[in-house]
């Protein structure tokens, strides 16, 4: 009778823990939520350099950077590579191929030599056969160049499918480049969780790697106002966020780590004239003196609002675009016409009101500006502290130009537009390729 008590108080005793443990398992389970992790995929250097190609003709839908070398024009797609079209008849350009780079954003070529951005790396093709470019990977610079590791995340993460709670895994630049993201959904604690804003290519902080005229060159790629590369006598310049990088360009053309100059400001593009280089920034224009390439001397620099800002210059005068919008830290959009005679003391002379101004150019006593979706204007800057808008060529796009007078060919948004610029102040559209498969 005994035995059959204790049996059955052990039992009680079980059935209680068994319950109390169903009933903690499941307020425990109940306490526990999905929580999506987004995680950063890595790729070495050489392993990037593996997936470079050539392929057919792709589809152009982005603007880009852009340089012309001999009769073709270098189109880059951000972020994938560069379009070659060959332009030896500008009433009929064709769209050869398309050479595949990672991570690419600009470009310049120096006698049959393209050097471009790989994300963090600095890589060289030899085009001296158009129709096969070869990439020289021994010639590949590493770890040079700030990159964005946001860059890929709105392309490869679906944040409509995340969830309500979702983390990011912290980077670990040791592990290689950011190149894509990945996602993957692990049970954690409800009272752990918080909200998290996901980044945007707009607001993404950039994150570190570890770690023209007057050149000895003999061919070098004519670039439009919004470049970042530069080739100055036997030296390239680069812009690497708020840093000048220059390398030195051996006979092989192989590149060179050679000096890094803090440019103190968040740098955006590069105009040579003659010993002079002006430096287009968010935050003004700086003037260095270049005639002695390999150690750059800071002249001067004048300050405007914080705003999207290339810059292109004649003998006495420089021309700046300054634009608003998500990027450029203002909602301005105006031409400034700064007077340069006098370097130590620089003054802006003249404004004029823009649409959406990017890319711009230069051309005797006009000046052709990039307007955004308002076309290409010309402005009269015979009296440069009195420009006036004379004529305008409406495109759905305008984003850069490069004039080799009487022509330009400029770039939009999927379209190359060439035109004559013979009676100037109209321009006349000549061809436009539509860059697609």
Known sequence: MKMIFRSLIFLFIAGLFLSGCSILSKKTDENLVDVTYIIPVYETTSQLAQKVSVDPPKDYAEAGKIVTYQHYIFINKPHEGIHVVDNSDPSNPQNLHFIAIPGSLDMTIIDDHLYS???????????????SPELLEE?????????????????????????????????????GIVTSWRTEIRKEPLEDQVSHRYYTLEDAEIATATAAE??????????????????????????????????????????SRFARLDTGTQAETLFQLNDLLFVGSTTGMLMYDVSSPDNPGFINSIEHFRSCDPVVADSNYAYVTLRGGTNCFTETNELQIIDIRDPENLEVVARQVMFNPHGLAIHQDHLLVCDGSAGIKVLDV???????????SSIPFAYDIIVDYPSAV??????????????????????????SN
Not at 139 to 164: C, H, I, K, W
């Open 117 to 131: 951005d790989m994300f963090s790396a600095l890589v060289v093709f030899d085009i001296s056969s158009i129709s």
């Open 139 to 175: 010639f590949t610079v590493e770890e040079v160049f700030y990159y964005n590791p946001y860059m890929t995340l709105e392309s490869t993460v679906s944040f409509d499918a995340l969830g309500d709670y979702f983390r990011y895994e912290e980077i670990d630049n040791t592990l």
């Open 214 to 255: 007057n050149n000895n060159f003999e061919n070098v790629s004519t670039a439009g106002s919004m470049t970042r590369f530069l080739p100055i006598e036997n030296y390239l310049y680069t812009i690497n966020f708020n840093e000048l990088v220059l390398f030195s360009i051996g006979e092989d053309y192989r590149p």
């Open 382 to 392: 015979s009296d440069r502290e009195n420009p006036s808008v004379v004529a305008t």
């Open 410 to 435: 400029v770039v939009g948004e999927g379209v190359i537009y060439q035109y004559d610029l013979s009676a100037l102040p109209e321009i006349t559209k000549t061809a436009e390729l539509i860059l």
